[in-house]
Structure formats: structure tokens, C-alpha cells
């Protein structure tokens, strides 16, 4: 039945095999994170005390804390803003929130939300319902 089409095979097949693979640590992917309030103060505190430049700050902490990705430019930009960050580690230390804010809270209208702010608090301490509609 050769001139059909069909092949045969004139010797033992080998079996294939196939190498095993054995599953090696496969690569580690670790998301960025933000840094805390409180990171902040620890880096520009180390960084203050150590006298360090902004890059060996920066490999200092991104071995401590490797999702945050340290790199200068975000040392520099702390560095630049510190004033700010301090005001609000004391402002949440005062409310005992000091290691859980990660971000700032930014408004396009402070004196509106200020205004707001002290609207709600004087009708909490009126005992004021605060529901949508009175607000």
C-alpha cells in the first residue's frame, strides 16, 4: 500500500521524550507603591541627619523599601516640599493618623472647602442631620 499515499516505517519507533523542565523561581514583579507620610519623614529625616546626598539617600531607602522605586528626583521634589509634609505629619499626629495618609488631598477652591469644612463641623456640633439634601 506504498504507492497510495500511506507511509510505513521499516524500523522501531523511538519514543520521544521530552526534557523536564523543572520550575525555577520565576521572576519577581512587585507593584510601585506610593510612600506613606510618615516613609517621607523617616527619608528626609535619615537624609537630613546622614548628610548624605539626594542618590545615596535614594539607594539607602529603595534597599529599605523597594516598591517605592527611589530614585533623586523624587528625594529633590520631598526636599522641595518639606515644609508642606511636616505641616501635615504634625496636623495628623495631632489626630493620631500620622502613618496612614499617602496622599494630599488637593482642591481647585481651599477657601470653599475650608468654608465647608467649618460648616459641617458647626452643624455636627449642633447635632445637625446632615443628609444630601441639607447639604
Do not use: C
Amino acid at each position: 500500500m506504498i504507492g497510495h499515499g500511506l507511509t510505513t516505517s521499516t524500523g522501531p519507533t523511538e519514543p520521544k521524550t521530552q526534557k523536564a523542565e523543572q520550575p525555577g523561581p520565576g521572576p519577581v514583579f512587585t507593584k510601585k507603591e506610593n510612600a506613606t507620610l510618615a516613609q517621607r519623614i523617616e527619608i528626609l529625616d535619615w537624609h537630613h541627619k546622614n548628610k548624605q546626598s539626594q542618590v545615596k539617600t535614594a539607594a539607602h531607602f529603595d534597599k529599605i523599601y523597594p516598591n517605592l522605586k527611589l530614585k533623586q528626583p523624587i528625594i529633590l521634589e520631598w526636599i522641595k516640599k518639606e515644609q508642606m509634609w511636616r505641616e501635615r505629619w504634625a496636623a495628623n499626629q495631632a489626630i493620631g493618623r500620622e502613618g496612614q495618609v499617602k496622599r494630599a488631598k488637593q482642591t481647585k477652591h481651599p477657601a470653599v472647602t475650608k468654608m465647608l469644612k467649618l460648616w459641617v463641623a458647626k452643624a455636627m456640633q449642633d447635632h445637625v442631620r446632615l443628609t444630601g439634601e441639607v447639604i
